[in-house]
């Protein structure tokens, strides 16, 4: 009966949310897009408990995310009526008893906040029948410090039984043997042992030099492959052995190779904050986010600012290079803000045309490219002097009732709020969630510009260039003007570029083909194809 009621609810909230996609599952001819079977997917992470509220309640919830289904993906990836996302990535939804969810106290029950595992399988099924995939934040490094795991560590240690099942569960030392740059607390009971919590004392970390650990860890990653789960995003991969990469590779080797002899087709991703070389070093096991790439200050931001596109389609190649050396079946996973970062709004100011740019950049590159939500629409959140990340959080901007409260220790005023909600963007067909709706529908029509092979395009000028994409046997060439004001010409007889046909022109201006010469208006992308029509 909930299933039902859930896919009723569906229904009317399409009815409701007029130009944001009508079709349902069950009404949907799959056009060969919508086919795809692979792990090159647009993914679109949502903050659970900020995303959309179904029972009134102030929280988000999974029957939140369900009734929204039609504004992410409608069931047709071509209309651009709908964002025609293709994958989900949901923050962590296990029980805890903090809002953000990182530290879990049960990984076999849904936080109660969120709402239930029948939740839970009918979000599965109804993304499914889009061929939307659902990944879980799976946090395995540490759990909570109320979990019971942790409370029988502590009482063993108390009593001094190393004979207890749980008194290696965790890591921990003796004063003696503390190791440098490594952050524990003692434990309590005990005169001189302690416990690893790098993130917090509510966090100890667990001990994966034991055999039950690993076995009981990769027991709670089965149960929800078997239940219908996708794969995983991996939180903080180089913490479970901070500071040696080598063990902590190793271990997720093994770990994401159990995985895969379960479901095959698992979709694998790892958060390793660090510098490139540490990033490679997880490759083998798993794809990992580029945080070279984020941020203000990475490569796609800042050629998004009219500053140097050479600098993001050299560094685009040549990471890719260095992603297929360290596993061939490997594949770039850009960003351009998530749940720990300051929000893209605040560095892309809208009035300029940063956030379009920097989503061309993003979107129309290798790989399989995460959205924050939000990010679609402009919301803003900072950091900033109060410290908390919660302002990174906010409420998904609706513009109705489903808005949840803002989450706790927030202090972002809404007044900054400027760019507008879903409801008033999708009433606006020059919007920035228009656009995206646009830019991610026109990704979808061309299977080469996720899995084709890039090589740059150097014109010499630091703000015109791109890429030839070479796959199954055709070549695309995408090409972007990041100046905020003077068009671009070149004559393609003069370069290297086979491609002579204009398919595609998205951004603030227009493209045309005279011959031989192309001329590209500023702040606008587009990708040529071999053959004339």
């Known amino acids: 009966m909930k299933r039902v009621f859930a896919w009723l609810t569906v229904c009317l909230l399409a009815l409701v949310l007029a130009g944001c996609g009508t079709a349902s599952p069950a009404e949907t001819v799959p056009t060969e897009a919508d086919k795809t079977d692979d792990n090159y997917r647009v993914f679109y992470e949502i903050f659970v408990g900020s995303f959309a509220d179904s029972d009134g309640d102030g929280t988000g919830d999974l029957n939140g995310i369900l ?44 936080d109660s906040d969120f709402g239930t595992e029948d939740d839970l399988r009918a979000l599965l099924d109804a993304c499914h029948a889009r061929n939307v995939k659902v990944i879980l934040d799976l946090v395995i490094n540490h759990t909570a410090r109320n979990h019971e795991w942790f409370q029988s560590f502590c009482q063993s240690h108390a009593d001094a039984n190393p004979d207890d099942p749980y008194y290696d569960y965790y890591s921990w030392y003796t004063g003696e043997t503390l190791p440098a740059g490594i952050t524990c607390k003692k434990i309590p009971g005990t005169a001189d042992e302690y416990y690893e919590c790098n993130f917090s004392p509510d966090m100890p970390e667990l001990n994966y030099d034991n055999p039950a650990v690993r076995e009981e860890m990769l027991n709670v990653a089965k149960y929800y492959l078997e239940l219908g789960v996708d794969g995983f995003r991996f939180d903080a991969v180089k913490y479970l052995y901070y500071g040696e990469t080598g063990r902590s590779a190793a271990f997720w080797k093994w770990y994401t190779d159990q995985l895969r002899a379960v479901k095959p087709e698992v979709y694998l991703v790892g958060e390793c904050w660090s510098g490139e070389s540490e990033i490679l070093a997880y490759y083998p096991a798993m794809n990992c986010f ?131 909600t879903v409801e008033s963007q999708l009433a606006q067909e020059g919007s920035l969630l228009r656009y995206y709706c646009r830019l991610i529908s026109l990704r979808n029509r061309y ?59 998205i951004g603030m201006g227009e493209a045309s083909l005279e011959g031989t010469v192309l001329s590209l208006a500023p702040q606008t992308s587009l990708i040529l194809g071999s053959a004339a029509p």
């Open 67 to 110: 009734r929204h289904l039609d504004y992410l993906n409608d069931g047709n990836l071509l209309s651009d009526t709908s964002l025609g996302v293709q994958g989900l990535w949901l923050t962590p939804i296990f029980a805890s008893h903090s809002y953000h969810k990182y530290d879990v106290t049960d990984y076999y029950r849904i």
């Open 290 to 420: 580029n945080f070279s790439a984020a941020q203000a200050e990475g490569v796609i931001a800042s050629a998004a600012k009219d500053q140097d596109i050479n600098r993001f389609t050299g560094y685009m190649c040549a990471f890719q290079d260095k992603i297929s050396q360290a596993n061939p079946g490997g594949m770039m996973v850009c960003f351009l803000s998530n749940h720990d970062m300051d929000r893209s709004a605040g560095y892309l100011m809208l009035a300029n045309h940063f956030p379009q740019m920097a989503a061309n950049l993003y979107m129309l590159c290798s790989g399989s490219p995460f959205l924050y939500y939000g990010e679609e629409i402009g919301m803003k959140g900072v950091r900033g002097s109060a410290n908390t990340d919660a302002n990174r959080r906010l409420a998904m901007l609706w513009g109705d009732d489903s808005s949840p409260r803002d989450p706790k220790g927030s202090t972002y005023p809404s007044s900054k709020q400027t760019n507008g």
């Open 447 to 505: 299977p080469a510009i996720p899995r084709g092979t890039y090589t740059q395009v150097n014109f010499g000028s630091a703000k015109c260039g791109g890429f030839l994409v070479e796959y199954e046997g055709s070549t695309l060439c995408i090409l972007h003007n990041i100046s905020t004001d003077i068009p671009f010409t070149v004559d393609l007889a003069d370069t290297d570029i086979p491609c002579r046909s204009i398919l595609e022109v």
